[in-house]
T-cell receptor
Framework: KQEVTQIPAALSVPEGENLVLNCSFTDSAIYNLQWFRQDPGKGLTSLLL?????REQTSGRLNASLDKSSGRSTLYIAASQPGDSATYLC???????????FGQGTELSVKP | EADIYQTPRYLVIGTGKKITLECSQTMGHDKMYWYQQDPGMELHLIHYSYGVNSTEKGDLSSESTVSRIRTEHFPLTLESARPSHTSQYLC??????????????FGSGTQLSVL
């Protein structure tokens, strides 16, 4: 059974710092991996999607990498801003039923 | 970007009531999902549908039911709400399409409180 783990559970950084969020998964037979952002009490916003054949995706200050063989993905946020404060979730889609399995998320706080 | 709508945004209801959480999307996506999320916890899949008249239970056991009579509409129903049903319910959709890599889009969620 696929399990997705995110470390750390919470992270607090001063504004301007570069940071890395980690996501690991137990079964490397994935279709894709997606990073989401969730603001308190709201739905999820998709940030980046990496296909299983890809190594990384970039969007603005965000860069997501995927190492399928080791079951790891990282989300790099450059020059963090207070507006980046949110919970970041990674989710993997399996090759079989197409269901998305979520990690528990990393709660990020960027202090001005 | 896909547009996916959930209503109501917040719902406070008494035990034993029947409720329906609405979810609609306007992009013609064939796949739709319901997730349940408790505060600070991960999302759990409770129902999904890969097309009209097709529904399946997810990984987390749920007393709710769903229907998919129209492509754009995927309502979730609780016949008799209980306090244990208090949670946030998130609806999502995607299109089976290699070009889009099946990127998932979420609604804003319904926060349900059963008293």
């Amino acid at each position: 059974k696929q399990e997705v783990t995110q470390i750390p559970a919470a992270l607090s950084v001063p504004e301007g710092e570069n940071l890395v969020l980690n996501c690991s998964f137990t079964d490397s037979a994935i279709y894709n991996l997606q990073w989401f952002r969730q603001d308190p009490g709201k739905g999820l916003t998709s940030l980046l999607l990496i296909q299983s054949s890809q190594r990384e995706q970039t969007s603005g200050r965000l860069n997501a990498s995927l190492d399928k063989s080791s079951g790891r993905s990282t989300l790099y946020i450059a020059a963090s801003q207070p507006g980046d404060s949110a919970t970041y979730l990674c989710a993997v889609r399996d090759n079989q039923g197409g269901k998305l399995i979520f990690g528990q998320g990393t709660e990020l706080s960027v202090k001005p | 970007e896909a547009d996916i709508y959930q209503t109501p945004r917040y719902l406070v209801i008494g035990t034993g009531k029947k409720i329906t959480l609405e979810c609609s999307q306007t992009m013609g996506h064939d796949k739709m999902y319901w997730y349940q999320q408790d505060p600070g916890m991960e999302l759990h899949l409770i129902h999904y549908s890969y097309g009209v008249n097709s529904t399946e239970k997810g990984d987390l056991s749920s007393e709710s039911t769903v229907s998919r009579i129209r492509t754009e509409h995927f309502p979730l129903t609780l016949e008799s709400a209980r306090p244990s049903h208090t949670s946030q319910y998130l609806c999502a959709s995607t299109q089976s399409d290699v070009a889009t890599n099946e990127k998932l889009f979420f609604g804003s969620g319904t926060q349900l409180s059963v008293l």
